[in-house]
């Protein structure tokens, strides 16, 4: 799977059809995936379903935050307690939390196992 060609495209049409996405390092994304799906044996990565949800606490723009990478959870604790309400996260079934790089003054609680 040739992941660099695929984020060019994919950064490129974003960026076109939604301006306030350029902020949205698409490309880095999908490199961190690729490099996940690299560290998994063939096997696990048939087995391992991972839903992964998004934090940006610096967006600004008027959305109805969904975890995606387009529709981002502002709050980290908004997004584990999406992942504890809607989700069932295990060992086979993880759920990733990926955080934008900023400060978060939050108190995390995480009760369920299975989130990463």
Known sequence: MNIGGVAEALVGVLNQACPALAQVDVAAVLKN??????????EETL??????????????????PNGSIVHPYKTIQSAIDYVETS?????????VVKVSNRIYNENVIIKKDGIN
């Open 47 to 64: 087995m391992m379903v991972t839903k992964t949800l998004y934090v940006d606490k610096n967006r600004v723009d008027d959305y109805t």
């Open 87 to 95: 989700l069932i996260p295990s060992n086979t079934n993880p759920i």
């Open 33 to 42: 995936i690729q490099e996940d799906i690299n560290l998994l044996e063939p």
